[in-house]
């Protein structure tokens, strides 16, 4: 998929809009030699974070800017993955500021560059559209951060990092339901739900909410889409990033109800930073989202971004 769906538009009206284990904090660099690389499962991995630590310090590193890090995304920079700016605020990005690190991608991709050994003032940013960031070529960017999808097909025209955020089900149902208010799985039997078919999304209600009445199933998302609208279910299931879409931009007065639990098996759809095919930079990479999955430092950032601001509670059993 694109960014699961593509988040395009995903705030034409302002949209405002994991929990921390301790250890070490995302300022330690890979440079230090007492850091290893986390032992921490990764969902699909692409290419075995086998770098040491002296070959990822930053002199070693052999990039077009040496000591500077570039990071590649689309623009408009969409909210919650980036951050809107404070009013008045000058900035050449549309909807959200890549360079202030606030949003789910933005905050990820200044704690990658840490881990990596690059300071804040090291780092710059540079306008890349979605698809060509994993086309085959040369790149502008020594990574790219932008919801992109790690497929096989993809993996042939560039280098695919472990995953940083793997795509969970959610559920979108409209204000005045009564299903808004609801905050446990268990609570949500007596509801009924629509969902694409053949999607993981419709393998949800049937697996995990199990509610009383049959799910309705759709032949795209756009009628399942058009039946909460029309009341004819009073949820909709579907991943994550496509529910922020939904809700900011398809269906008024609608709300993401909750997210589930992310999966943990190794096929989860997950979301891989994109690197030149070959790249030198990509073991590295690799080692640093480790150890930002080791130290606790990417559950507080999912936490704050994609559950606490963005609206998106986990459910509760």
């Not at 959610?170 to 999607?199: E, H, P, R, Y």
């Not at 098996?265 to 690799?286: I, R, W």
Request: proline share 7%; net charge negative; hydrophobic share 45%.
């Amino acid at each position: 998929m694109r960014r699961a769906l593509p988040i395009t538009l995903l705030l034409l009206a302002s949209l405002a809009v994991g929990a921390c284990t301790g250890g070490a904090t995302a300022s330690q660099s890979l440079a230090g030699p007492s850091l290893a690389p986390s032992t921490a499962p990764s969902a699909a991995a692409s290419v075995e974070p086998s770098a040491s630590p002296d070959s990822c310090a930053k002199d070693s590193l052999n990039l077009p800017a040496a000591g500077k890090l570039k990071i590649g995304t689309d623009n408009p920079a969409y909210p919650p993955y980036f951050d809107i700016p404070e009013a008045g605020a000058a900035t050449p990005w549309e909807l959200g500021d890549p360079t202030d690190g606030k949003g789910f991608e933005g905050a990820f991709a200044y704690a990658l560059a840490e881990k990596l050994g690059f300071a804040k003032e090291d780092v710059s940013w540079v306008v890349v559209p979605f698809d060509n960031s994993f086309a085959p070529g040369t790149k502008p960017f020594d990574i790219d951060i932008n919801q992109v999808s790690y497929t096989a097909e993809r993996a042939q025209a560039v280098d695919l990092s472990d995953g940083y955020y793997t795509l969970n089900q959610s559920i979108v149902a409209l204000k005045a339901n009564g299903l808004a208010s609801v905050t446990s799985i268990a609570g949500m039997a007596g509801f009924k739900f629509g969902a694409q078919v053949g999607t993981t999304s419709l393998d949800t209600i049937n697996n995990e909410i199990a509610p009383a009445a049959k799910a309705l199933v759709y032949s795209s998302n756009d009628d399942a889409i058009a039946a909460l609208k029309a009341k004819q279910i009073d949820g909709l299931v579907v991943d994550l990033p496509t529910a922020f879409y939904v809700t900011a931009a398809q269906v008024e007065n609608s709300v993401i109800v909750g997210q589930f639990p992310a999966p943990t098996t190794g096929d989860a759809e997950h979301f891989s930073v994109v690197l030149a095919k070959g790249s030198p930079l990509t073991a590295c990479v690799n080692t640093a989202i480790a150890a930002l999955k080791g130290d606790g430092t990417l559950d507080t950032i999912t936490k704050e971004w994609l559950s606490d601001k963005a609206s998106a509670p986990v459910l509760q059993p």
